[in-house]
């Protein structure tokens, strides 16, 4: 039986897609799904969205391309390698995507320190592409503080798995072990939390035939998770790549899990992170929460730390996370050629001053003019970010919302 061929159907290029009983293309147009990780996975993962017509997508990396990622990546090619991997990412998606009207922003930064929560809000599900569990466990905690659904993909040889969490019940910290939490802390110093200068890092062993693979799965629970139907919620969808066996496993919860924190109501400032003081941000949640208050830095802020070595004091003036080991040792020693060992120090001598000034939380009522001049940047807080105040009678969270553009770039005419 011959068929006439209806050319506006074969013109569509979402038509095949359209046929699925449940399928509503609308739904992917209107999308907003941000993915992280622009590496083996992440490529495999953009090209689906973007084949699948999702309208808006922000692509988050810290990363430059090397000529190792070539054999797993179908966005880059030799001439990209030395550039940022988000950048051309999202250039190659944009050219690729079949939406006609699909918008691709990007952001070059560290995932744990340099985005703001902010960003989880206007996103319908985030897509974790990362290969540490540092990065998993900060995708996990802004997801769930903000309710926003994440799936979370990683592989390794001819394996792989693919978890999904949902807004509440159990999360990815729920299940983490011992050994994924030293791994998650792996690259800092373990007393002051400060970066290791020289970090060897670990490479999975990894084929593209496995991305592609495992990615599929990911796209596919996202997909689903967009219509409302039926998807993996609070399981992880394990594959053994030598045996072709796929297993499905019930994530179990955690009653005392310390990511189950949610932010409340949510107040937006014409603030910026880089563009506004800390007496900027005093100034305007003064009308919201009067004159005592404090401010939660949710990061830490040290001054200045005695040499590990000779004891001489060295000023510092940043976050623990813009500071590296070597820095805790004074010119004078290093002339010495010390060698860069932790100390393991008591809590007591550290909350003592005696060792070491810093903080992780701003009192309205003991602040010094020093960090009121500073712009919240320099005090470590990133762009877009959600800052929590407390007093005694309330705790409310404001968020940086003049950094909108500069971080998502033209997704906010759609916002």
Not at 16 to 41: F, P, T, Y
Not at 158 to 178: I, K, P, R
Not at 283 to 294: P, S, T
């Amino acid at each position: 039986m011959f068929h006439l061929k209806n050319q506006a159907e074969d013109d569509d290029p979402f038509e095949r897609q359209r046929r699925i009983e449940w399928w509503d293309q609308n739904i992917l147009r209107q999308a907003k799904i941000m993915v992280v990780g622009a590496g083996a996975l992440g490529n495999e993962t953009l090209k689906n969205l973007a084949l699948l017509g999702i309208g808006k997508i922000f692509i988050l990396d810290f990363d430059t391309i090397s000529g190792s990622n070539l054999s797993r990546t179908v966005l880059f090619r030799k001439q990209d390698i030395g550039l940022q991997k988000a950048a051309v990412a999202a250039a190659c998606t944009k050219e690729m995507a079949l939406e006609q009207n699909a918008k691709v922003s990007f952001f070059h930064g560290d995932l744990v320190w340099d985005l703001g929560l902010g960003v989880y809000r206007r996103m319908d599900i985030v897509l974790g592409c990362v290969d540490n569990d540092e990065a998993r466990l900060a995708i996990n905690r802004a997801c769930f503080s903000i309710g926003v659904p994440w799936v979370n993909a990683g592989i390794q040889g001819l394996s792989g798995n693919v978890m999904v969490f949902g807004q509440e019940g159990v999360c990815y910290e729920c299940n983490v072990t011992a050994d994924q939490i030293e791994d998650a802390h792996s690259r800092y110093d373990s007393c002051e939390n400060v970066k290791k200068r020289y970090l060897q890092q670990e490479r999975m062993p990894t084929v593209q035939i496995t991305s592609a693979l495992i990615s599929a799965l990911q796209t596919q629970e996202a997909i689903k998770l967009l219509h409302c139907q039926t998807s993996a919620v609070g399981k992880r969808i394990a594959f053994n790549g030598f045996t072709n066996n796929y297993s499905v496993i019930t994530l179990q919860p955690y009653d005392n899990c310390m990511a189950h924190g949610k932010y409340q109501d949510i107040k937006e400032l014409d603030l910026g992170a880089r563009s506004s003081t800390l007496q900027d941000l005093f100034d305007r949640v003064e009308v919201e929460m009067g004159q005592d208050f404090i401010i939660n830095l949710g990061r830490r802020f040290i001054f200045d730390i005695k040499c590990r070595h000779c004891s001489s004091l060295i000023e510092l003036m940043r976050p623990a996370h813009r500071i590296f080991d070597d820095e805790l040792i004074c010119e004078k020693c290093h002339s010495s050629n010390y060698k860069v060992e932790s100390q393991k120090l008591g809590d007591g001598a550290i909350n003592s001053g005696q060792y070491i000034r810093s903080i992780d939380r701003i009192s309205s009522k003991q602040v010094s003019s020093q960090l009121l001049s500073l712009s919240l940047w320099d005090l470590g807080i990133p762009p877009l970010h959600l800052i929590s105040v407390n007093n005694s009678q309330k705790q409310v969270t404001f968020e940086l919302t003049a950094d909108c553009r500069d971080v998502l770039g033209e997704f906010v005419d759609d916002l």
